[in-house]
């Protein structure tokens, strides 16, 4: 008897682990969900489980596209607008790659398949719960944060809901900058990272005071199969209207017992249909 109870779950977790998990829900991260240090951000609780920088793993950008000339959030410098301010390739992938500062991004991708990439240096297992965050910037009068669509791995997109989100109390203390032309007479759409990383830019309102709000999705209702790894996402915006603006993004390293529990528990479910 024991044989066969253990045959069938392994096979039930073979079965289970080939399709996607049902729908879970998508987590509104507010006040209550994060910690922070001013503008840092120094951990994030979901489902009553806390991640700091040691389990969520920051993006590497690998695609750009953006919407409008406004494609980078900075710190606040102290200059006046179309001030022209130098920050070289690394420092500006640092806004999203490597700081936790909420005062800083990589804003307005365009509505196009490939308006902002990303890859994850640890893939990101899609266990039981929240995988991935995101904070995002949207004015303080507004009563919801920005929509988008999402795809991991190179999947179908979902539309995210403005709806979704939780508004922090944290207000950003940031300046716009403008991408500009080679000859620093005009301004240019970013239409590719290399334009991101490397062209002029000025300073286009020096004085960002919007809030941060913020989203966790669970892999499972992104199309992504039960106990996969996430290596890759991508965000557009989801209109003109509608251009998502990232502080933070980030996987969530799932802890030991949560991984095994996602296995464990579905095959016990399995188990019982079967009796």
């Known amino acids: 008897m024991k044989t066969n109870i253990t045959n069938t779950i392994v096979a039930a977790s073979a079965f289970l682990l080939s399709a996607p998990f049902s729908h ?3 987590v509104a ?3 209550s ?5 001013g503008s840092l951000l120094t ?3 979901v489902n009553s489980t806390t991640y700091t920088s040691a389990t969520m793993v920051l993006p590497t950008i690998s695609a750009f596209a953006g919407g409008n000339s406004t494609t980078l959030l900075g710190p606040d410098s102290g200059q006046n607008n179309g001030t022209v301010i130098t920050y070289s390739a690394a420092q500006r992938r640092a806004f999203l790659e490597t700081d936790f500062d909420l005062n800083t991004g990589i804003i307005n991708p365009s509505t196009a398949t490939d308006g902002l990439s990303g890859t994850f240096s640890t893939p990101i297992k899609n266990t039981l719960g929240t995988n991935f965050v995101l904070f995002e910037i949207a004015p303080t009068v507004d009563q919801l944060a920005d929509r988008f669509f999402i795809s991991f791995n190179g999947g179908s997109f979902f539309e995210v809901a403005g709806t979704a989100y939780g508004k922090t109390n944290f207000t950003t203390n940031s300046e ?3 991408t500009r032309n080679a000859a620093d007479n005009g301004s240019i759409t970013a239409g590719t990272l290399n334009d991101l990383l490397t062209s002029n830019l000025r300073i286009q309102t020096n004085f960002i005071d919007q809030s941060v709000w913020g989203i966790g999705l669970d892999f499972s209702d992104y199309g992504v199969a039960a106990d996969a790894d996430v290596s890759s996402f ?3 915006a989801f209109d003109a209207s509608n251009r998502v603006d990232p502080v933070f993004i980030a ?7 949560v991984a095994l529990s996602s296995v464990l528990g579905l095959a016990m479910i399995a188990l019982r249909r079967k009796r």
């Open 24 to 26: 879970g829900a998508t």
């Open 29 to 31: 991260l507010g006040t």
């Open 33 to 37: 969900s994060i910690v922070r240090s």
């Open 43 to 45: 951990s994030v609780t």
């Open 176 to 178: 716009t900058l403008d």
């Open 234 to 236: 991508t965000i557009r």
């Open 251 to 257: 996987g969530l390293i799932p802890e030991p017992s």
